[in-house]
């Protein structure tokens, strides 16, 4: 095959690439380390804790897929990360839109109006810019480089199990807050599950994403990203574990769900890095 026929990735594309995993590690930092302090570092005031270390997560769970993204030239390594960006910023900016009463527009402290403003600011930017720029990409002539590294059948199955739920439960928490709140393992908020919600439609397109391009070799960053959003969810577990009703079925079911999350993550990350040792070798 000619390498010249290699769709290329948009400078544009990488560039907001590049942008987003700077912005999401400075509110990953905020939610996951001052996550009782969100009244002054963060756009709203989140409670509880565990809340917002579960959207910090998140964040920083994001910032691998997206640095690393960035700086892929192919475009069949950056395409996974940008479904699932694009859905989880377009859904943000809705929830922000419905919910604006509840942001810190009016907080006394100088650094929190500015914090929420740009928060605004960025969701109201990154989807339209990353949409325009998703669509100038598809119509850009190229092929994919063949698949050359599948993933075994059962990977693929627990990712679209996984995505599955990610985007069911995702979806009602977003358009039904008021149903899921009480079967949530936690107290939550019409907000704050609409931001969980949002989170878990984005992460489950990443999953479904993930097994469609079916080849280790594209999906190495996105590996490495689902591991440690695994990783970071069970630690969260660790720091808060006293705020879950353990008695609910939910509370055990969400346990083993981002267990499950942690183990094709982390096997994901040997298997893409096993592939790309073998290439050099």
């Given at each position: 095959m000619n390498i010249t026929n290699i769709k290329q990735t948009l400078p544009g594309m990488r560039i907001v690439l590049y942008a987003a995993s700077f912005l999401v590690l400075s509110v990953?930092?905020?939610?996951?380390?001052?996550?009782?302090?969100?009244?002054?570092?963060?756009?709203w005031t989140i409670n509880p804790p565990l809340t917002a270390a579960f959207l910090g997560a998140g964040y920083l769970a994001a910032v691998p897929l997206e640095f690393l993204s960035a700086r892929e030239k192919v475009w069949a390594k950056t395409r996974p990360a940008v479904p699932g960006v694009w859905v989880f910023t377009f859904l943000t900016l809705i929830v922000t839109l419905i919910h604006l009463d509840r942001f810190h527009f009016d907080s006394?402290?100088?650094?929190?109006?500015?914090?929420?403003?740009?928060?605004?600011?960025?969701?109201?930017?990154?989807?339209?810019?990353?949409?325009?720029?998703?669509?100038?990409?598809?119509?850009?002539?190229?092929?994919?480089?063949?698949?050359?590294?599948?993933?075994?059948?059962?990977?693929?199955?627990?990712?679209?199990?996984?995505?599955?739920?990610?985007?069911?439960?995702?979806?009602?928490?977003?358009?039904?807050?008021?149903?899921?709140?009480?079967?949530?393992?936690?107290?939550?908020?019409?907000?704050?599950?609409?931001?969980?919600?949002?989170?878990?439609?984005?992460i489950g397109v990443l999953a479904l994403q993930a097994a469609w391009e079916n080849d280790w070799r594209r999906l190495n960053h996105f590996a490495v990203s689902y591991a440690l959003y695994g990783v970071l969810q069970i630690v969260n577990l660790l720091r808060y574990t006293s705020t879950l009703d353990w008695s609910r079925f939910s509370a055990v079911a969400y346990a083993i769900f981002f267990l499950s999350v942690t183990l094709i993550g982390v096997y994901g990350t040997w298997a893409a890095r096993r592939i790309k040792q073998d290439q050099i070798s």
């Open positions: 990953g930092i905020s939610l996951y380390l001052l996550t009782e302090m969100t009244e002054v570092y963060f756009s006394p402290f100088f650094i929190t109006r500015a914090g929420t403003w740009v928060w605004l600011g960025v969701y109201v930017f990154v989807p339209v810019a990353m949409g325009i720029l998703w669509v100038i990409q598809i119509r850009r002539s190229g092929i994919d480089p063949p698949r050359k590294a599948p993933l075994p059948v059962w990977v693929r199955v627990f990712l679209i199990v996984q995505g599955g739920i990610m985007l069911i439960f995702g979806g009602a928490m977003l358009l039904f807050p008021e149903m899921m709140v009480p079967i949530w393992p936690w107290m939550l908020s019409p907000l704050t599950s609409r931001a969980i919600g949002a989170w878990g439609v984005g």
